[in-house]
C-alpha cells in the first residue's frame, strides 16, 4: 500500500498553480495576490482634521478661554481653503484637508460649538488632532506583497490606493460530481434501496472553505459512458475535477472503469482509514488534475482535507503541504489497524483534550458532523491507552 505522504507527494507534484489574470476588485476576495501593490501617493494625500472641532494656529489659544471670530468652514472634500491669519479660527470637518497657517484643531468639545465665533476652553499642542500627508502609507510604498491572500482589508488597501483591476492567482474552479446509483436529490423522496446525495454538498462546501469556487454538478449513476459524458461537459469550466464513490473493488465502479483505459489516473490503495481506495490523475487536453475519492461520506470528506485541500493551496500560489497538526491528550483508550494511518473523528475541547465520537464508521455522518478534529494514530500504534498525546488536525 502507498503511504499517504507519498500520495500526497504525488499530488502536490502534479498540480500547478493557477496563472495569474487581472480581476476587478469585486471579484478578488479570496484570490492570491500575483503582484507587488504600490501606493503612487501618499496616504493620507494631505494633511487633514482628525476630528470635528477648529484649526487655529496653537499660539492663538495659549491662554484660555479665548474667543476667536470663525473665518471659514472647511468640510471633507473642500478644495478652496482660505488660510488663516492670526487669532482666526476655521470650523473644520474629520477628513478635511488643513486650512495653510493652522497647526493644530480644537476637537468642537472642547468648545462652545459657535459658527461666527468660538469660544475654546482648552489649550492645544501644535498638532493637535492633525493627520499628516504620508502618515499611513508614502508614496512608492509596497503596501501588499504578492502572495497575499486578499481578504476584506487587503481589498481595502488595493482600493486605498485607488486601483480599480488587480492581479492574482483566482480561485481555483472545481466542479464536483457524485457517482452511484443509489443517489437521489435531498428534497425529493426516498425510493427502496436509495439514499439521499450528501457527499457532493459536503465537498463543494470544502471547495469554498479552501478558497476555491465549488460547482456541484448533476449526480450520475454507475455507468462509466454517462460518467464520462457528464466528466467532459465538466472539463471546460474546471481547475480541478473532485469525484466520489465508484473507486473500490466491487462491481459497478463507473469512475475506475471509465478512468483506468485512459492511463492518466491511478487507482491504489493508500494506507489509511477511513479513505484507503484513492484514485488521482489528470484528465482532458488541459490536464486538469482529477480526485477519485472514495463514496464513504467519512471516507471522501477525509480524503478532501489530507489531499484535495493541500493541492488547492498550491494552485492558489500558497505554501502547500500537510495538514497542521495541534497536540492533544485523547480521552479513552482507542484502536487503530495496524500499517495504515487512521484519523479518528474527535471533539478537542480547550483544555488540550480529545474525544473521540461515538460512531467510527465511514458512513457515519452524523458522528462526523459532531466533531471538529481529526486524531491522527500513526500506522504502526493499534493501540493508544486513554491520556496518551497523539497529534490531530483541526476540522
Ligand atoms: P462507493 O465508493 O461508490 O462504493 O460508495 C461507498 C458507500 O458510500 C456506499 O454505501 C454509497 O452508497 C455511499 N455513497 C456514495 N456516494 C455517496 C454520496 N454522494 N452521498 C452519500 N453517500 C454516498
Ligand atoms: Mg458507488
Do not use: C
Not at 82 to 111: K, L, N, Q, S
Not at 223 to 242: N, T
Not at 306 to 332: I, Q, Y
Request: no cysteine.
Amino acid at each position: 500500500m502507498k503511504s499517504v505522504d507519498a500520495h500526497l507527494a504525488e499530488i502536490l507534484g502534479t498540480v500547478r498553480t493557477l496563472a495569474p489574470l487581472e480581476l476587478e476588485l469585486e471579484r478578488a476576495l479570496g484570490t492570491t495576490l500575483a503582484e507587488e501593490v504600490v501606493a503612487p501617493v501618499p496616504l493620507p494625500p494631505f494633511d487633514n482634521s482628525a476630528m470635528d472641532g477648529y484649526a487655529v494656529r496653537s499660539a492663538d489659544v495659549s491662554a484660555v478661554p479665548v474667543t476667536l471670530p470663525v473665518i471659514d468652514d472647511v468640510a471633507a472634500g473642500s478644495d478652496e481653503l482660505r488660510a488663516i491669519g492670526p487669532g482666526h479660527a476655521v470650523r473644520i470637518m474629520t477628513g478635511a484637508p488643513m486650512p495653510a497657517g493652522a497647526d493644530a484643531v480644537v476637537p468642537v468639545e472642547w468648545t462652545d460649538g459657535g459658527t461666527a465665533t468660538v469660544t475654546i476652553s482648552r489649550t492645544v499642542q501644535p498638532g493637535n488632532a492633525i493627520r499628516r500627508a504620508g502618515e499611513d502609507v508614502q508614496a512608492g510604498q509596497v503596501v501588499l506583497q504578492p502572495g497575499s491572500v486578499i481578504g476584506p482589508t487587503q481589498l481595502g488597501i488595493i482600493a486605498g490606493v485607488g486601483r480599480r483591476r488587480v492581479w492574482v492567482r483566482p480561485r481555483p474552479r472545481v466542479v464536483v460530481l457524485s457517482t452511484g446509483a443509489e443517489l437521489v436529490e435531498p428534497g425529493t423522496p426516498l425510493g427502496p434501496g436509495q439514499i439521499w446525495d450528501s457527499n457532493s454538498f459536503t465537498l463543494t462546501a470544502a471547495v469554498r472553505e479552501s478558497g476555491g469556487d465549488g460547482y456541484r454538478a448533476a449526480t450520475v449513476g454507475d455507468d462509466p459512458a454517462k460518467f464520462l459524458e457528464q466528466l467532459d461537459a465538466q472539463l471546460v469550466r474546471a481547475d480541478a475535477i473532485i469525484t466520489s464513490g465508484g473507486v473500490s473493488m466491487g462491481a459497478y465502479e463507473p469512475v475506475k472503469e471509465a478512468l483506468s483505459p485512459l492511463g492518466t489516473v491511478r487507482f491504489e490503495k493508500v494506507a489509511m482509514q477511513p479513505g484507503m481506495p484513492q484514485g488521482f490523475g489528470v484528465v482532458g487536453e488541459d490536464q486538469v488534475p482529477i480526485f477519485a475519492l472514495p463514496g464513504n461520506p467519512v471516507s471522501s470528506f477525509v480524503s478532501f482535507m489530507l489531499f484535495v485541500r493541500p493541492a488547492l493551496r498550491k494552485m492558489r500560489g500558497l505554501p502547500a503541504g500537510p495538514s497542521e497538526t495541534v497536540n492533544a491528550h485523547v480521552v479513552g483508550s482507542v484502536r487503530s489497524p495496524a500499517g495504515r494511518r487512521s484519523y479518528l473523528r474527535g471533539v478537542l475541547a480547550g483544555d488540550g483534550t480529545v474525544t473521540p465520537v461515538h460512531g467510527q464508521g465511514s458512513h457515519q455522518l452524523a458522528a462526523l458532523s459532531s466533531a471538529n478534529a481529526l486524531i491522527v494514530i500513526p500506522e504502526d500504534i493499534t493501540e493508544l491507552p486513554s491520556g496518551a498525546s497523539a497529534q490531530v488536525i483541526r476540522l
